[in-house]
Each structure stands twice: as structure tokens, then as C-alpha cells.
């Protein structure tokens, strides 16, 4: 499909038009990028305008419970050594959202797509991509998102029959079982440090055995397959056995998994690993995840933590005890409204730090650690928090609308 610069019908442009339009009332009136409903605005009049806007593009698909739209960041300062990119870098990432944001790159070579789980094989059907990176799979929104082995299988279903090179995490047997119905797959050996959503297999219900970092069923014989492209320590291995660093702003060794897909994503476009990862240095924070700002005399780090996957790769990130730690839940509609996941969290990682809770569910969040034995201190406000801590770094982790209601009190 791409290279077919065919131009929009005069439907598929009035769409377009009608689309920014909705989006610039959106944003005037103070109701965020506008993506979403000027995407749903154009779609509603030219329902195919998804497909019509790829058609001259080369794209590839990013979806994951964690991770994408960090890995879909990377991925496109990768590509756009061999071109222009366009991509939802915000993050919107359902039809309405990536409609949106592809109507904005007219001259873009590349599309670099993060698209919901959920949404991933119809996405796939209407962009008909070239690549497809697939990270993990992990439990999310339980009051919405189907239980993640039916989604494994309905990625393996969508999946089967694409002509898309499929680059994919050998390490979860989630995502190994989604890819291993495509005609090409490019294993990664990106890590899986949440394994307690995998411990039964995929294809037919079995233990799964973990020796060391390999995993198998003892009863069908589905196994890990043999990784090309490999993270070793601060190295990304490709697969002619040549060892390329890794020199990320972003912090820890999920980041680096992170990198290592993209570069093996980046090699499908024909960028080479040592372009690919020299560029992707050039990233400092992601739609505001990492970045460290200055709130009533205090450096604040901003993370997002959405579940108990994303939970327990950003412990790994902060700062030794007694760094501050603030720690804020929402349950609105965009988190999933079931909280019953915060008991899948080990918490006892926060031993040592000082911590304050806030946000809509603080009560939800402070019952849990007081369960597992921690000090901690609810307040009603980042401000009183923040107020509250003792000296040094404060550490915020926050959940997704939590996250988005602390960017916008410190100004982020």
C-alpha cells in the first residue's frame, strides 16, 4: 500500500476539514487535545477515512498493556532518520484518536501507530502495516478489558494471515501465542519481570514450567522460541551477534526492553541498530512520564503506574529510601473502575519511604497499605502532600487520570 499517494476524495477531505475543526472547539474550550472527538467527527462522515489516510504510508502498529506509548516514542525517532514520521504520540489510541492524528502528517513517510489491545486487529485490517510490535500482555482495567489469555487469542485470531513482519516479545507466552499464528515473526528477548499473569499455558491450559529465563508447558510442548534480537545488560544484541549500547535519558531496564524492540522494528524499515538507538537517545520524557518539575519548592518526578505490571517496573525506578514517595488512584472511567487490582501489588517494595496517598480512591489505596504493614500518611491534595514530605526528590507515581490530574496542578 504505501507508495500509493492517491489523492482524498473530496468526501475524505471534507471529513478531514470537519474533523480539525471539531478539534480546535474542543481545545478552545478547554477539553484537552481534541483528538479523540475530531477523530469520531470524521470518521462519522467518511468511515473508511482511517484506511484512505495510511494508504500512502508505511506504518507499523505498537500495542501492549505496558509500555507502547514509550516503545511507539522511540520507534518514531528511529524512523525518522530514514524519513518523516507521523504518529499519536499523546497516546490517543483508539480509531478516532490515530484518524486524528494521521490526518495531521499529509508528507509523512512513516506512520508509527500506539492502538489499543483491544482495538489492535481491526486497526491492523483498515492500515495494513508493515511491521507489528507486540510487547506484553498483563491485566488491566478488569471492569472492561476481557481477561487477557481471550485476548491473546483474539490478536492470534486478527493476526493470522497478515503480511505484517511481527516483532514480538519471545518472553511472554501471551504474546508468543498471538504471533505464532502470523506468517512472520521477529522474536525479541525483551524480559518479562510480571509473570503472574502467565502461569498457565495459552494453548491448551497447562503449568507453565520457568527454568532460569526459558519458559515451557509440560503437557503440550508450547515453548519459548528462539530470540534474534536480545537485551543483554545495557546492550541490545541483534541478530548477526553484534552488541550495540543502549544510552537511554529514560530510566530503567524496561525502557531498555523498550529500545531493544525498537530497534529490531526499526531494522524491518531498514534503519540499522546504531541509528535507530543514537536517536532515540534524543528522547527525555514521554507525554510527561519522567520528567522531573519544580512544585512549591520541590523537584517532583512524575511516573505512571496503571497496573500491577506497570506498578512493579516503576518501583524498580525510584530513588533508595528516604526518598518521599506520593502515590495517587483514580478509578475513573479511562483507569477501569474496578480497584480490586491493588491487592495484585506488592507494596512492601515501599518499605523505608515516607509515604503520602492521595486521589479519588486514596481510602481504597490506603486500606491495602495498611495491610501490608506500611507507614503512610493520607492527604487531600498534592499540595498538602508535597507540603508534608521531608527533605529531597519526591517521587510521584500516579494512575492514568491521577497522572493527568497532577501534570495539570504542577503545570506540567
Known amino acids: 500500500m504505501a507508495g500509493n499517494t492517491e489523492p482524498l476524495s473530496p468526501r475524505a477531505k471534507l471529513a478531514v476539514t470537519a474533523g480539525r475543526a471539531a478539534a480546535a472547539v ?59 514520521v507521523v504518529s499519536n504520540a499523546l497516546g490517543a489510541n483508539m480509531p478516532a484518536g490515530i484518524t486524528s492524528a494521521l490526518a495531521g502528517g499529509s508528507d509523512a513517510k512513516f506512520g508509527v501507530i500506539e492502538v489499543d489491545e483491544k482495538y489492535l486487529a481491526g486497526v491492523a485490517r483498515d492500515v495494513t502495516p508493515k511491521a507489528i510490535a507486540l510487547l506484553n500482555l498483563s491485566r488491566d482495567q478488569l471492569d472492561r478489558a476481557a481477561e487477557t489469555r481471550m485476548l ?54 497447562g503449568v507453565m514450567q520457568r527454568p ?57 524499515f531498514g534503519v540499522p541498530p546504531q541509528v535507530a538507538l543514537e536517536r532515540m537517545y534524543q528522547v527525555q ?17 512524575l511516573l505512571l503506574a496503571k497496573n500491577p505490571a506497570g506498578w512493579l517496573e516503576t518501583f524498580s525506578l525510584i530513588d533508595p529510601p528516604p526518598t518521599p514517595v506520593v502515590l495517587s488512584v483514580n478509578a475513573r472511567g479511562a483507569d477501569g473502575t474496578d480497584t480490586s487490582w491493588l491487592w495484585d501489588v506488592d ?39 508535597v507540603q508534608s514530605a521531608p527533605p529531597g526528590r519526591i517521587e510521584v507515581i500516579a494512575n492514568y487520570t491521577a497522572f493527568q490530574d497532577v501534570r495539570r496542578r504542577v503545570g506540567n
Open 26 to 84: 474542543s481545545r478552545a474550550a478547554g477539553r484537552g487535545s481534541g483528538s479523540v472527538i475530531g477523530g469520531k467527527v470524521a470518521l462519522r462522515l467518511d468511515p473508511d477515512l482511517l484506511a484512505r489516510l495510511a494508504q500512502h504510508l508505511d506504518v507499523v502498529l505498537v500495542s501492549a498493556t505496558n509500555g507502547k506509548t514509550t516503545t511507539t516514542r522511540l520507534i518514531a525517532e528511529a524512523l525518522r532518520a530514514a524519513g518523516p
Open 152 to 205: 491473546a487469542e483474539k490478536w492470534r485470531e486478527g493476526l493470522a494471515g497478515s503480511k505484517a513482519v511481527i516483532v514480538a516479545n519471545a518472553d511472554d507466552p501471551l504474546v508468543v501465542w498471538a504471533a505464532s499464528s502470523s506468517q512472520q515473526v521477529v522474536w525479541v528477548a525483551a524480559g518479562q519481570a510480571w509473570k503472574d499473569d502467565a502461569w498457565s499455558c495459552p494453548s491448551c491450559g
Open 212 to 268: 532460569g529465563d526459558d519458559w515451557f508447558c509440560g503437557q503440550c510442548g508450547f515453548r519459548r522460541p528462539t530470540p534474534t534480537w536480545a537485551l543483554t545488560g545495557d546492550h541490545v544484541l541483534d541478530p548477526h551477534g553484534s552488541a550495540w549500547p543502549i544510552h537511554l535519558q529514560l530510566p530503567g531496564r524496561a525502557n531498555k526492553a523498550n529500545a531493544t524492540s525498537s530497534a529490531a522494528v526499526a531494522a524491518v
Open 285 to 301: 520524557a514521554v507525554a510527561g512520564r519522567y520528567d522531573v518539575v519544580s512544585f512549591l519548592g520541590r523537584d517532583l518526578r
Open 347 to 385: 507494596y512492601t517494595q515501599l518499605a523505608g519511604h515516607p509515604i503520602f496517598v492521595i486521589g479519588d480512591r486514596k481510602l481504597d489505596l490506603a486500606v491495602r497499605l495498611e495491610v501490608a504493614g506500611l507507614d503512610f500518611r493520607v492527604c487531600e491534595t498534592l499540595d498538602e502532600a
